[in-house]
């Protein structure tokens, strides 16, 4: 009787420890499908989100001495549903020349043009205004101005825009103010990269000749 008390004790035992091993199985197994549908579900909503595409060009080829070089540049939303994008350090950014968004390189002499980079702090939430709207397959223009720049007479400059989106949303601009503006959620990221062009910084000689025509009158006058 003892030895078959025992038996059926340890038969127990047995069952009751297949049984939670197959708990734990369970439970582990599930907790790993949650996890892998939930980034999978997340990744998924990422790839739905088409980034803008950025190109730009020239505002004139050749730049006199008196100008400033100035570059027009154009956001595509390449979805068929609008986007709404965060300007902070893009193109899009009022501050974006002196942000590091544009490459500037001297072509002539091979090497890069040096530019007054500045650090900005922004603070959460960003606000309604550092938000712009594109529609579904549409396109937006900025002209882009950069100032204070040591350009040489006879030098061809070379400017590309790269940089980070920080957060694109496959929505209105009304419906991420609503819901998603406090802590910037529910949008993509990723990177973003212009087309390359070129412009020359020429000497003007227009004012010297205006002059000698203006001296040559006077002379004939007197």
Known sequence: MIGLNLASRASIFGICAFALILYLASDTL???????????ASSSNKMATSLPQ???????DAVSKDQKPEVKVTVENPSDS??????????????APSLGVFQLRDLTANEDVELNIMMVRRQLPAK?????????????????????LELKCGHKYSVQATGFWQAVWNMSKADVVSGHLDQ?????NGDFASNTVEFSQVFTI?????????????????
Do not use: M, Y
């Not at 609008?82 to 501050?95: A, G, I, S």
């Open 30 to 40: 599930s907790t790993s499908l949650q996890h892998l549908t939930s980034r999978a």
């Open 206 to 222: 227009l004012p010297v000749i205006t002059i000698l025509i203006v001296e040559f009158v006077l002379s004939s006058c007197g």
């Open 128 to 148: 309604e205004s550092d938000l712009v709207e594109i529609e579904a397959n549409g396109t937006i223009e900025t002209t882009v101005t950069f100032q204070s």
């Open 54 to 60: 950025i190109s730009i060009r020239p505002a004139h």
């Open 82 to 95: 609008p986007v709404t994008l965060l300007k902070w350090n893009t193109v899009l950014d009022t501050l």
């Open 184 to 188: 910037l959620s529910g949008g993509a």
